[in-house]
């Protein structure tokens, strides 16, 4: 067999792999939390040694990551599928936009609620790859671009540091929300108060 034929199916072997890998983290981290996550588990679950999960990824740091990643390519999806039919024209548009990728995050938290806590649960010592900080700067696209629309006069910098401050409002709220703390705005009240307060912020 040609050498490039072997590598070719090496490549796509270890892919298989490292997909079903991922998936049992996300099965593990769902039934137990990303605590509760190890390594010989995991390698039992894809049928190598423990070595071998290492031959996979670098480290259990870089697993969570790669889960992390994964996560958000999901709740990027979810954005696509919601904002992407809305036109953004006008200011009234784009602020509907706005409240509709504030209204899937929180729809996406309270279904994926393990893996949701996991991203911000993650503590990464390392500098993070470029494939993952891309992967975290590309869901701000679904804020930025309705916000420049919202404040069409506003420097690039100005638009990222809103973008972050909306972002962190509509998250403190379904964090404290779905976690039901003693502050929490009420389940059924939660998404009419997200929406009031994209809305408020951006007056």
């Known amino acids: 067999m040609p050498a490039k034929a072997v590598s070719s199916a090496t490549a796509?072997?270890?892919?298989?792999?490292?997909?079903?890998?991922?998936?049992?983290?996300?099965k593990r981290i769902c039934?137990?939390?990303?605590?509760a996550l190890k390594a010989r588990d995991l390698a039992a679950d894809i049928g190598v040694a423990l070595g071998g999960l290492y031959n996979i990824v670098q480290d259990m740091d870089d697993l969570l990551l790669r889960v992390t990643v994964r996560t958000q390519g999901r709740l990027d999806a979810l954005f696509e599928r919601e904002t992407a039919h809305r036109p953004m024209t006008t200011r009234a548009q784009a602020l509907?936009?706005?409240?509709?990728?504030?209204?899937a995050y929180f729809t996406f938290a309270r279904e994926n609620l393990p893996l949701w806590r996991m991203m911000f649960e993650v503590r990464i010592t390392t500098p993070l790859p470029d494939w993952a900080v891309e992967a975290q700067l590309g869901l701000f696209?679904?804020?930025?671009?309705?916000?420049?629309?919202?404040?069409?006069d506003a420097s690039p910098e100005a638009l990222t540091i809103r973008a972050r401050t909306l972002f962190s409002a509509v998250h403190g709220v379904v964090y404290i929300g779905l976690e039901e703390r003693l502050i929490a705005v009420p389940p059924q009240k939660l998404a009419d108060e997200i929406e009031w307060l994209i809305r408020a912020g951006c007056r």
């Open 31 to 35: 039934e137990t939390g990303s605590h």
């Open 141 to 152: 696209r679904h804020v930025g671009a309705p916000l420049s629309v919202i404040m069409p």
């Open 96 to 103: 509907d936009r706005l409240v509709a990728v504030a209204l």
């Open 12 to 26: 796509d072997r270890r892919q298989a792999q490292l997909e079903a890998l991922l998936t049992a983290a996300e």
